[in-house]
């Protein structure tokens, strides 16, 4: 039997920490991890280039972009259609690797939020309002803890608990541990035979 | 819910299962690989000591890190780097039994050209890539889907992925294209009318009289930059244009075999009844040439139209995306874009690097130059197109008017390889994405055009409106390059 991962102690019901605000609308995964950074055959390094353009200065020093100012935070707050454009898992991998285990934000775009799914980082959503207020308060409060609620779909920080959506297969996946959809789907190898059995194109005489 | 629309019907007979967290289990009739997402993925299946299960259903190639200029593919590559993303490619490959197009098959190029023009791609499959413009395989009638690594190391192991069924979106578009007004116009009117992130949460079935007029490798264009409108995949419905492209071609049986298939082919496409989650109309009637003005591809007008004012939008995002824009691309509002100075004129890319790409823009060449400020690429999209077009002289056409002409790649759309913007040079470009820091440089600006836009503004030595252009050449423009018969 190949060594499938247990999907034991996978489960993530929540996350928490401090946060940091990623302000902007439709901020594309070129931006996240640019693609001259994809020449590498390990995600080892992507935290080092994570909004590599974006943090540093001509000089490549340390501006003050949000990741610089908080570095040590978790919880990344961010705008709408967060992670748009190129499907690169390497734009989340870096986000994790970096530190941020979990994403508050306006909206995702679908392939960056299914590569979140695979890497067990939950990417809750709420409207523009209550984002922007969250980015503010983690402005004046840098070592505040944002603490998000998979299961019960809230983000709580200070005094203040928020209602969140958290897509249902991503809530399902986290909280029930199975976001490993290799090992799920590998155990149903006999099921896909009847499906390939029904391809015409899958085992045709071309 | 959508009900028997293509989408319904090939998501059905790919459905092994529902996943204990609501999503189906795909399976995938396709699975294209290339050099940059995949390395990882293998990693991971050695980790867990699991075969590929389905190499016969997976191909590769390179295309991303794959050196434009003939004399850098000579191996070891020069980039440390990217040689060692080739030579893991082709260990991975090797070791797996996966079929390869390397720089030595003569069919190297970038996954979403070098699959339909062998056949691989086919109306009712099921398409997956670890690149988002997988999309493009919908111009057949398949659903294709861009996936993350370890997606890549979910259909590697099993032969699918865990998906998420999404809303069906009709787009029809209305009209009769004018001349000198191509696929790339469309596309990129779709992405403006509806929105960047207009289409999240849906797939986008286009149809209406402007996309079935289309040619296979206009649609492919049209379904390409589906994901730049936000929708997880973009399709056509199959019809005669389709199999006529498909007849012949290597991966596609023949004779009996041929018509059998077909029936299949026919049996997916979505019903007359059938519903849709939603329906819009994009009127492409008199539609003139379009170009972006901003830094992303909704940020698009038509080549006789003023840049516009950041309080035209009335969105909140839109307003303060234009504000970015016009800052990162130093208009104004008010601009025109006729005019805007050109450092770079790039021809190529999985949207526009195909056999009709280049043949259109020669057409612009002929008998013209490049302007001498204009640093001008032609990249064909696989090293199939390049032969197609040096077997018609297209290739002179572009040399003579000052183009250097290379191999295939992705060369400088996100300028993993030696091609790249420089400061903040602007680049008309005929690829799909005009993000900032796309093309290599942070300041870098990307106007993105279809290709006669791209050979008109390579001339121009600014952005120009090709159809100007259009009837220079003694022959009507068309000069020698429609001789040779497809």
Known sequence: ?206 | MSEGTLYDKVWDRHKVTELPNGQDQLFVGLHLVHEVTSPQAFGMLRERELDVAYPDRTFATTDHIAPTEAEKRERPLADDQAEEMLSALERNVGESGITFFGFESGKQGITHVVAPELGLSQPGMTVACGDSHTATHGAFGSIGVGIGTSQIRDVLATGCIAADKQQVRRVNVEGELGEGVYAKDVILKVIQDLGVDGGVGHVYEYGGPAIEALDMEGRLAVCNMSIEGGARAGYINPDETTYEYLRGREYVPEGEAFEERKAYWESVASDEDAEYDDVVTVDADGLDPLVTWGINPGQVIEISEPVPHPDDFTARTDREAAEQALDHMEIDPGQSMLGYDVDVAFLGTCTNGRLSDFREAAKILEDNTVDEGVRALAVPGSETVRQQCEERGIDEVFINAGFQWRRAGCSMCLAMNDDALEGDEVCASSSNRNFVGRQGSKDGRTVLMSPAMVAAAAVEGEVADAREHADDGPTGGAGGVEEVAD
């Open chain 1, 1 to 206: 039997m190949p060594a499938i991962d247990s999907t034991e102690d996978q489960h993530i019901t929540g996350v928490s920490g401090t946060g940091v605000p990623i302000p902007g609308d439709d901020v594309d995964t070129d931006q996240i991890l640019p693609a001259k950074f994809m020449k590498e055959v390990t995600f080892d390094n992507m935290a080092d280039y994570l909004f590599y353009d974006a943090r540093r200065d001509d000089d490549g020093a340390f501006n003050d972009h949000p990741l610089n100012r908080f570095e040590g935070a978790s919880i990344a707050v961010v705008n709408s259609n967060f992670g748009c454009g190129s499907s690169r898992e390497h734009a989340p991998q870096a986000m994790m690797r970096w530190g941020i285990d979990g994403v508050v934000g306006e909206s995702y775009a679908e392939i960056f939020r299914d590569n979140c799914k695979s890497l067990g980082i939950p990417a809750v959503t709420t409207d523009h309002e209550t984002v922007v207020r969250l980015q503010e308060w983690i402005e004046e409060n840098p070592n505040g803890d944002i603490e998000v609620d998979v299961e019960g779909e809230t983000v709580t920080y200070g005094d203040t608990t928020i209602d969140v959506d958290v897509d249902d297969a991503m809530r399902e996946a986290l909280v029930e541990g199975i976001w490993d959809t290799t090992a799920l789907m590998y155990s149903n190898r006999s099921k896909v035979d009847e499906t390939v059995a029904g391809l015409p194109y899958v085992e045709g005489d071309d």
